[in-house]
């Protein structure tokens, strides 16, 4: 317990995302017992669809759901243990409420991505959030000036390249929905300030990625909403 309380009390953001995270995953093993890993199960529970969000725009709240959605114990674990060391090292970086915005922005930007790309499949996974907080701790290790920080963004450049390739051979994998994250996280590591390199970045460049990130996704989700099937 002691444990428990000096994790929500460093990283209060990163530790009850887990918590929702997981509790909503044994949620659904209740729910769809002996199923959960369907299409249907998943979708049910929150996952997205592009071809469904076409028709039904008012659930467009399903790009946010299925962050919190997994398909499998592997998957679940998979991105559980990612979210608790990267997720921790970002919500330092960042502080609570920018890391707050990262992750679920990331998340997002991938899952429109998917709509866009893969509008076929039902979609979920927290690994849409997990790559954008790659992505942005390599954007500012790679800009900043700080030795630290430049020494564990390199470590995270590569290590996003090397999950990009590794996902080109799994095909279960959603390569747009990576990328998609990825890329929003790239842009948000512009837009919100860290902790300890407040002058990365100015004010124009900001702003900048700021309309970059709201152009892409509101281009997105207007093409897949009006081009025909």
């Given at each position: 317990m002691k444990k428990i309380r000096e994790i929500f009390k460093q990283s209060p953001v990163t530790a009850t995302l887990l918590t929702?995270?997981?509790?909503?995953?044994?949620?659904?093993?209740?729910l769809f017992w002996g199923?959960?890993?369907?299409?249907?199960?998943?979708?049910?529970?929150?996952?997205?669809n592009g071809h469904y969000l076409r028709f039904y725009p008012a659930e467009l709240w399903r790009v946010i759901s299925p962050i919190?959605?997994?398909i499998g114990w592997e998957?679940?674990?998979?991105?559980?243990?990612?979210?608790?060391?990267?997720?921790?090292?970002?919500?330092?970086?960042?502080?609570?409420?920018?890391?707050l915005i990262l992750y679920l922005f990331s998340g997002v930007m991938g899952n429109v991505f998917v709509v866009f790309f893969t509008p076929d499949v039902?979609?979920?996974?927290?690994?849409?959030?997990?790559f954008g907080l790659f992505t942005a701790i390599s954007v500012i290790g790679y800009f900043g000036s700080n030795p630290y920080l430049k020494q564990v963004g390199q470590s995270y450049q590569l290590l996003l390249v090397m999950n990009?390739?590794?996902n080109f051979f799994m095909p279960s994998i959603s390569l747009s929905g990576h990328l998609?994250?990825?890329?929003?996280?790239?842009l948000l590591a512009v837009v919100l300030l860290t902790r300890f390199d407040k002058s990365i970045f100015s004010k124009s460049q900001r702003f900048l990625a700021l309309l970059?990130?709201?152009?892409?996704?509101?281009?997105?989700?207007?093409?897949?909403?009006?081009?025909?099937?």
């Amino acid at each position: 317990m002691k444990k428990i309380r000096e994790i929500f009390k460093q990283s209060p953001v990163t530790a009850t995302l887990l918590t929702v995270t997981i509790v909503y995953f044994l949620v659904i093993q209740l729910l769809f017992w002996g199923r959960s890993t369907t299409a249907l199960a998943i979708f049910e529970a929150g996952g997205v669809n592009g071809h469904y969000l076409r028709f039904y725009p008012a659930e467009l709240w399903r790009v946010i759901s299925p962050i919190f959605i997994h398909i499998g114990w592997e998957h679940l674990i998979m991105n559980a243990v990612s979210l608790y060391f990267v997720g921790a090292m970002a919500e330092q970086w960042w502080g609570s409420w920018r890391f707050l915005i990262l992750y679920l922005f990331s998340g997002v930007m991938g899952n429109v991505f998917v709509v866009f790309f893969t509008p076929d499949v039902v979609s979920a996974g927290a690994s849409t959030s997990i790559f954008g907080l790659f992505t942005a701790i390599s954007v500012i290790g790679y800009f900043g000036s700080n030795p630290y920080l430049k020494q564990v963004g390199q470590s995270y450049q590569l290590l996003l390249v090397m999950n990009l390739i590794f996902n080109f051979f799994m095909p279960s994998i959603s390569l747009s929905g990576h990328l998609g994250g990825a890329i929003g996280g790239g842009l948000l590591a512009v837009v919100l300030l860290t902790r300890f390199d407040k002058s990365i970045f100015s004010k124009s460049q900001r702003f900048l990625a700021l309309l970059v990130y709201l152009a892409l996704l509101i281009a997105l989700l207007g093409i897949s909403f009006v081009r025909p099937i």
